[in-house]
C-alpha cells in the first residue's frame, strides 16, 4: 500500500456495508467497474463513466490480473473524440472485514480535455426509492436530492461527504478527499478528472464508502458466480423432443380435424377487437417463427406446425424473412439489383405457410426487416447502409422516396406471390391476417440518426415547410435534428411518421391487401403512441425483464412481484397502446430464457390479455433455425420447458377465454401539454405507461387510453384518471384483485392465483411464501420456492365436472453447467445440453368429483409415464407432485376413460362434460 501511494494513486475505499442481517458481497463486473448485492439482491453499482471533449464516450478496456486476494489493472486508453491516450492503473483488495479498497491512478499522456472521468454510483431503486441524498462540503453546506437521482445538475462543487439515506434509516457514506465536483444524471457522478489535464501528472482521490455491517469481496469474478443446484433436477430436453402435451384440440373441430386456417374468411378489426368474416370472434395466441425456421422448407415447416399445434397455438409471425438465412430477395440476381424475389425460398415460404393453415394455425406476414440496397438499385448512399444489419434503414426510409418505391416494389411481388401449394396469391389468403408497415420503426427516438445528406436537407427542408404552413418557429436550422424535444419538433416528427405511414398503407391497399396493416410497434413516448395511431389496429413490443430483446438486463425479474409504480411494468408497455375502437396485439413479446422466473410470465399474460379482452400476442421466439437447438437461447424457446409450459397453459386461459374480460372500464386521458413531453425523470416513473394508478388498474378493470382530455362519444368509462392522478395513485395495500375475482395477485410476496371455473392456478414464490393457496376448487401447498401450478379442464366443463385434466407444474430451467455473475443480471457461463428442469415438489388438492382418477407423468416424448392413482375423498383428490415423476405436464383422466384416447398420443375429445 506503501508503494502505491508513493506513484500518485487515485484511491478508492468501499466500505461497503448494509443491513447487519445479510451483509453486502462486491464483486468485479468487469476490470473496474464493482457490483454490490446485499441479500441476494441488486445493492449497489461503482462503475467508470468517461467522456471526452463534446460528450464523446470512451472506455478502459483490458482486463485485470488477481494475485493473492488483490486485482491488479494496468490500461492505456483514447480519449473519446481525440487521439490522445489516458493510461489507468488500478488495485482492489478488502484490507479488513467491513472494507474493500480501490487505488487507481490517471496519468495524461499528453495535454488533454475530457468533460469527465467518473466514479458513477448509482443505488439500486428498490433499496434507496424515496430515500434522500446528501451532498456535503468542507465547510459544512449541505444539498439535497431525491432517490433514486433522477434529475440533471450536481450534489455540489465541491464535495467531501455523500450519504445516501433509505426510508428506512439504512445509510451508505462516501468519504471524498479531496473534495470533488459530483454531477447527478440517474447517478452520482464522482468526477475524478476534469476539464484540462496535464501531460505526465496523475490525479489521486480517496473515496471510502462506510455503513455498518461486514463485506465480502470477490477478487475473481469467477469466484462470484452463482450456480444453481441441479443436482435433483432432471433432464426435459423438449427442443429434440418435441412438445409432450397435445393441445391440438383447440384447432379442431368435434370430430377431431383441423379446422384450416381461413375457413372463416378474413380476419377485420371493428369496434376494437378482431373479427372474422363470417361474424366469428378472432382471438390470437402464438410465437414467432423466424429466419431459418421460416424459410427452410417442408419438413421443418410440417415439424414446427406440429410442434405449434400441440402446444395450442393458433397464429405464427414469420418475421426476418429477407435477413440472413436464405432470404426470399435475390441479393444476388445477375441485374445487380435487389428488386427480385429468390424463388426457392419463397417457395419453402409457401410450404411454411400452407402446413400451418392445414393445422389451423394464421400467419402474421412481416416480409421486410433487414433489407439492403445494391449501387444498381439507385438508393442514395447505398454503400452506407451495410449487408442486411438490422434497422440499418431507420430513419432513412420515412423520407426518401426511392427507398419507399422498392420497397413498395418488393411488396407487390411478395402480396402478388401465388403460393404453389394452395394455389392461392397471397394477398387473397384469408390464413395470412396482419401486417405491418414497419417493425420497430427508429424514427420514433427522434432524428438524432438523421446524420447524412441527402436527408439532412430534406428533413430540415421539410420541417420549415411544414412549420410554416403550421405556425411554428422557422428558420431553425439543426436543432429539428439535434433537439428530440419541443412540441413542435415532436410535432414534426409525428407528421414524418404520419405521412410515410398514409404511403406504405395506400401502396399495400393498392397491392389489393384486405387485412388490416399497423405502423408501427415499438414506443416509449406518448407522441409516439400518437403516432402509430389511427390505422387498422395497435401493435407494442415488449420484452419483460429489461425491456430489450433477448435476456434483458436482468436474469430475475418475477413479474408478480412487480410493484405497479415500479417503471417498466409487465403489462403497461402493452396497456398503453389501448386506445377507444382500436384492436391491440403484440407481435414480440416475452421473458425470455435464460431469465429465471420465466415460467410464470406468458400464463400471466394470457390471463390479463383474456381480462383486458386484447386480441393478440406471439411471442419472440419459438425458433429462428432450420432444426431443433438442445440448448437454451434467447430466441429459441423450443427448447426450453419452462416456455413451453408456460405458453401451453396460457393457450388454453387465452383463446378459451377462460379468464372473463373485465366488468368495468377505467380511461386514462393526456392533456395537450403531455402529449409533446418526454417524461424520463427516475426511470420515466411520470410516463403513463409507468404510473402506479395505471399499473394497478390493468390488473383490476379493463383500461382505455385517450390521447387527449376526453373520450370520444359512445366510449364509456366508470371512472377516469388524468397522468397526473395515476401518477399520485396509492396502494392501500399489496394486493390487486380483478372486478371479476378470477385474479389476484399480492407483489409483497409474488404470488398469484388464477380462479375460473376450467383454470385455476397458483405461481410465483409459492414455497417462499410458506403457506397454502386456495381457489374454488383447488388448494396448492407447494414446498418449491418458486413454482408455476395450472390446473386445466380439457373439456368444456368446470374443473369439477370434467373428467379430463392437464397438470402443469414448473419451476427453472437452465442449461447444463450454466452459472450467473453474483446479482444475476447475466449469463457469465452459457452450459451445454441438456436442459435441465427443476421439480416442483408438494401437494395439490383438486375437487375433481367422485370416482376413480388417476394421473400420467407425461415423459418428454409425449408419452405417458407410470399411472399414479389419486386418493379422493369427498370428491376431493390428493396429488401429490414428487421429484421422482420428472416432468412439467401430468394429465389427469377419470377411470374408465371415456371417448378419447391419451393426451400424449393425440387427444380426441368426444364429450364436454362428466356424465
Partial sequence: MKALETLGVLLLIICAMALPAAGVDVYPESAINYTAVEGGYLHLYANNASWGPSWAYFSFGGSAIVSNGHRYYDYTATIGGTTNKIRMRHECWQPVSNQVAMWFELTPQQDALVVM???????????????????????????????PLSVIGTLGASVSRVILRATNGMEEIID??????????????IELASGALTAGVPLATTLTFT????????????????????????????????????????????????????????????????????????????????????????????????????????????????????????????????????????????????????RGIYTVLDPWVQRCFKPADGVADYGHYGERNNFYLHPWVYMDARMQELIGLTWSQIWNHVN?????????????????VINEGLMQRGANSVSRNPWITTFTNGYEVWARLNGWKTNVGMTIISQNYGEANLRYYNYVHHNFYDAMVARFRAIGLRIPINANNWSAWPWE???????????????????????????????????????????????????????????????????????????????????????GFTGYAYSQAGSPGSTLSAYEWETDPASIASIAAGALVYRRGDVRPAGQTVGFTHSNAELWDLPWQNGGEKNLRNTRGFNTMIEQHKVLVSLSNA????????????????????????????DTGELWRDWGRGVGLINTPRTQAAYGNLGIASQAFSTADCTFNISTPYAVVSLSSLVDAPISNSYHWLLVAVARAENYGQAANHAMTRITRTGAAPVMSEPVVGTLSARLGAGSVVMYPIRVNGTRGPAVPLAVTGGVATIDLKAEHQTIFYEITVIPEPGMIAMGLGLCLLGHARR
Fill in 176 to 189: 471524498i478527499d479531496p473534495p470533488r465536483r459530483i454531477t447527478m444524471d440517474s447517478q452520482a457522478r
Fill in 117 to 147: 472521468i467518473a466514479c458513477a454510483v448509482n443505488g439500486y431503486k428498490p433499496v434507496f426509492a424515496g430515500g434522500t441524498a446528501y451532498g456535503i462540503s468542507p465547510e459544512g453546506q449541505t444539498n439535497t436530492a431525491a432517490l
Fill in 211 to 358: 455503513f455498518p455491517g461486514a463485506a465480502t469481496f470477490f477478487a475473481n469474478e469467477q469466484e462470484s458466480w452463482i450456480e444453481s443446484d441441479t443436482n435433483n433436477w432432471f433432464a426435459y430436453p423438449v427442443g429434440p423432443g418435441g412438445v409432450p402435451v397435445d393441445l391440438s384440440f383447440l384447432n379442431k373441430d368435434e370430430g377431431g380435424n383441423f379446422i384450416p386456417a381461413g375457413a372463416h374468411g378474413f380476419v377485420a378489426a371493428t369496434n376494437g377487437n378482431f373479427v372474422f368474416e363470417d361474424g366469428t370472434p378472432a382471438r390470437f395466441w402464438g410465437l414467432n417463427c423466424t429466419a431459418g425456421a421460416a424459410l427452410s422448407g417442408t419438413n421443418r415447416a410440417a415439424q414446427l406446425a406440429t410442434r405449434l399445434a400441440r402446444l395450442g397455438v393458433n397464429v405464427v409471425r414469420l418475421h426476418h424473412l429477407d435477413s440472413w438465412a436464405s432470404p426470399i430477395i435475390d441479393y444476388n440476381h445477375p441485374d445487380g439489383t435487389t428488386q427480385h424475389l429468390y424463388e426457392p425460398s419463397m417457395t419453402n415460404l409457401d410450404a411454411m405457410i400452407h402446413q400451418m393453415k392445414l
Fill in 420 to 436: 404453389v401449394y394452395t394455389g392461392v396469391a397471397y394477398k387473397d389468403e384469408p390464413a395470412i391476417i396482419i401486417t405491418e
Fill in 711 to 738: 373520450f370520444p362519444s359512445g366510449v364509456t368509462t366508470f371512472t377516469n384518471f388524468t397522468v397526473a392522478q395515476a401518477f399520485a395513485y396509492s396502494n392501500t395495500t399489496t394486493e390487486v384483485t380483478s
Fill in 529 to 615: 403512441v400518437l403516432a402509430q395511431s389511427g390505422y387498422s389496429f395497435m401493435d407494442s413490443h415488449h420484452y419483460y425483464g429489461g425491456d430489450q430483446i433477448g435476456p434483458g438486463s436482468g436474469l430475475g425479474g418475477l413479474w408478480l412481484s412487480h410493484p405497479p409504480g415500479m417503471p417498466e411494468s409487465p403489462f403497461g408497455k402493452f396497456a398503453v397502446h389501448a386506445l377507444p375502437g382500436a384492436a391491440l396485439t403484440s407481435s414480440e413479446c416475452g421473458n425470455n430464457p435464460p431469465k429465471t422466473y420465466r415460467s410464470a410470465y406468458s400464463l400471466g399474460l394470457a390471463a390479463v390479455a383474456s381480462f383486458q379482452d386484447w386480441d
